[in-house]
Structure formats: structure tokens, C-alpha cells
């Protein structure tokens, strides 16, 4: 499948990757808008809502619009981040063409379509400082949230990161606080646009924060397996509350569904949460999702919070490359290909958190793994057991 091998470009290139595909509701949008902070950490005022300001608020030289190290983040946004061409992806002519199969009118109009790639189109405006207008794409409040209470105090450098917190400043050192702000977008896309042609979408919290243009540094304390299964857990929720929402459910999307919670059950290497999900059935009937959605929020935050190290990665990854035997024999083709292809993307995830002399020797089986699972329709399991149990040996 094309789909799975762009992801792994992307995930393997350096900084310059890109990945651009959105599917965010207005709800979120507007709910984020809604927040309510304190204008200052230290005052006793009444809360005020944020509004937007827009990305102009920060592209001053002297703030995010300079050319030198500490002040170059509106620059590399505007010329290097995919995020700021989602409004010009609406202009095109696939979009042009899905937008006349769903019968939407113009996509760069339709709220199904803006509300993750022009998220301030049809922003009541008051939520808004001043009017801002779509061509503003993915921008900065899209990430760190509506700035009116913060915008002049977060570049104090008396400020402390709580400060900013409480101001309103939407925390993204927080791994489930940052795949919540990204998820919506980059998961759940509902089955009529599927049908309509739009690329599917796969959430890799650290494989996407390795290949977004970098404008940040990360905390010490960072570990990519940790932000690996906090995003397949918050993904997992994601893309089971699509399937309490649609009553008719696109069976590719089910499919996903199924084969990603088979893969965050195998986290329970790691996390005794996990364990609640291996009883839980493939059906998709009421209670059975309402209990998938609530244990795969709980395993995100639980995982967001731990104390992390990279032992805990390993295990993970260990436990991944030794369940070749679920992907053939009982598993019919379809499903086992599902699982195969969000497997070989954990494996790529893991495996870049190993010490680079491990990771070498694992890149020729990863090749593999990648190669057999790239088409669904093609894919063999007894084959792809065998090339997993090769790269469990160099482990």
C-alpha cells in the first residue's frame, strides 16, 4: 500500500519531512477557543476567554518573525511547515473532485473540509481579537492555543512554564496533552470522505514529531517510546469514537480499528491497563467501544505521566517482534494485513529510540517488513512472520 510506504519516508528522512493530511471537526476548534484562563497567574481578576489573535501577532522581528535562532519560528513556519499550506491543499483539483462526489460546493467553503485545513473559517468572531482569515492554514493558537491572555507575558523571562500554563498557553510538553491537540486531525477521517478518495490517515505521535519541521527543542526527558504508545492509545480512542459516531462505518475503517487495538493490547509489557483490552471483543457494539474508548484514554494519560526509561522501549519492542503467529494462520488475510501495517511502523518508532549501533543492524529486516506489508492486498503472513522473527534476532 502507497499510503504506509510515504509514511515511512517520511518518518526515516531528516527534519525536511513532511506530512499534511487533516480531519479535525469545528467542534474542537471551537472548544479549544472556549478555554477559560487567567490573564495573569498572579491576579485575582475574573477568568476571561481566550480569543484568537492570529499568526501576525507573532511575526514581528523583534517576537517569532527574525531571522536569528531565538526568534525565527513565524519564518521556518511560513516557508518550511506543511501546516501553512493545509488552506492552499483545499484549491486543488482532488479536492475539487472529492468535494463534487460528497456534494460539498467549494471544499475551501465546507466547514467538513476547513475545520482541519482553515481551522479560523466560520470562527465565531467572538472568539476573535481581530478578524483572521483561512489562507492562515494550521497556524500557531492551532498548536499552543488561543494566545489573547498570554501573548504578552509568555516572552517574560521571569516567566515560568507553569506561569504560561495557567495563562493558558496549551502545554506540549505534555505527551497527551500533545497528541490530543494533534490527533483529530491526523486519525479520524470519517468513511465518506474515505470513499470519496482522501488518503487515509495513520497518528504516529513521535513519528510525526520527528518529521515536523522543527522550530522547538525538546525536553530532557523526552523518550520516544513513551510518546509512541501514548499517541497509539489517544489514536485508539480517536478512531473508536468515529465508530460510535457513524452508523454505517466504511469496513476499512473497522479493520483499522481492530488491528490497532490488537497492537496497544501488546503494551501491556509495559502497562498493567493494556490488560483490560485483551478481553474486549472486535465487535463494534455499544458497550464493547464504550469500554475500548475509556480504557485507551486511560492507558494515554497513565503512559503520558509514567516514569519512563528506555528498558521499558526495548520491552516493547521485543514484545512487538515476537507475535508473528497472530498475523497468519486463524487471522483472515484482511485484518492480518492491518495489523502488519501499524506493526512495521511501531517497529520503525521503537527502533529509532535503540543505541545507533542497534538500530543499523536493524534496518535491512525493517526493509523487509516494510516491503511486505507495503501492499494489502498482496500480503502474506507465514512470510512476514518469518522476516519478523529475522529481526527479533538482531535485537
Not at 481551522?119 to 482569515?133: E, Q, V, Y
Request: some cysteine.
Amino acid at each position: 500500500m502507497l499510503m504506509l510506504r510515504f509514511i515511512h519516508i517520511f518518518t526515516k528522512l531528516n527534519n525536511n519531512r513532511r506530512r499534511v493530511t487533516f480531519s479535525y471537526t469545528l467542534s474542537r476548534v471551537v472548544s479549544a477557543a472556549l478555554f477559560i484562563t487567567l490573564a495573569d497567574a498572579s491576579s485575582a481578576a475574573e477568568p476571561v476567554p481566550a480569543k484568537f489573535v492570529g499568526v501576525e501577532t507573532c511575526a514581528t522581528a523583534g517576537c517569532h518573525g527574525g531571522a536569528d535562532p531565538k526568534h525565527f519560528q513565524f519564518q521556518f513556519w511560513k516557508h518550511s511547515d506543511p501546516h501553512s499550506k493545509a488552506f492552499s491543499t483545499l484549491n486543488t483539483a482532488r479536492s475539487a473532485r472529492m468535494a463534487e462526489d460528497l456534494k460539498l460546493g467549494d471544499a475551501a467553503q465546507n466547514l467538513q473540509c476547513t475545520s482541519c485545513h482553515a481551522p479560523f473559517h466560520a470562527l465565531p468572531a467572538n472568539l476573535m481579537s481581530t478578524p483572521l482569515k483561512a489562507i492562515e492554514s494550521v497556524s500557531c493558537e492551532s498548536c499552543h492555543g488561543a494566545a489573547s491572555n498570554w501573548q504578552r507575558s509568555h516572552t517574560r523571562p521571569d516567566y515560568s512554564h507553569a506561569q504560561r500554563v495557567t495563562a493558558g498557553m496549551r502545554d506540549l510538553h505534555h505527551l497527551y496533552i500533545r497528541a490530543n491537540s494533534c490527533v483529530a486531525c491526523h486519525q479520524a477521517l470519517s468513511s465518506d470522505l474515505l470513499k470519496a478518495g482522501h488518503p487515509e490517515l495513520i497518528f504516529e505521535l513521535d513519528g510525526q514529531t520527528q518529521s515536523q519541521p522543527r522550530h522547538w527543542q525538546e525536553k530532557h526527558d523526552y523518550h520516544r517510546g513513551q510518546a509512541w504508545l501514548t499517541g497509539q492509545a489517544v489514536a485508539l480512542r480517536e478512531l473508536t469514537a468515529q465508530l460510535q459516531r457513524e452508523k454505517n462505518p466504511e469496513p476499512n475503517v473497522v479493520l483499522r480499528w481492530q488491528a490497532l487495538k490488537w497492537l496497544v493490547q501488546q503494551a501491556r509489557v509495559v502497562s498493567g491497563t493494556a490488560d483490560h483490552l485483551v478481553p474486549l471483543s472486535d465487535e463494534t457494539g455499544k458497550a464493547n467501544l464504550e469500554a475500548v474508548h475509556r480504557i485507551a484514554d486511560q492507558l494515554a494519560k497513565e503512559t503520558s505521566d509514567a516514569e519512563w526509561n528506555e528498558t521499558q522501549t526495548l520491552q516493547l519492542l521485543k514484545r512487538l517482534s515476537s507475535i508473528g503467529n497472530e498475523l497468519h494462520g486463524k487471522v483472515a488475510q484482511p485484518l492480518a494485513a492491518r495489523r502488519a501495517e501499524r506493526l512495521v511502523l511501531a517497529l520503525d518508532r521503537l527502533s529509532a529510540a535503540l543505541p545507533a549501533d542497534t538500530a543499523k543492524k536493524l534496518d535491512a529486516p525493517l526493509k523487509q517488513l516494510f516491503a511486505s506489508a507495503q501492499v494489502l492486498e498482496d500480503f502474506k503472513g507465514d512470510t512476514f512472520a518469518k522476516q519478523l522473527a529475522e529481526f527479533a534476532s538482531q535485537l
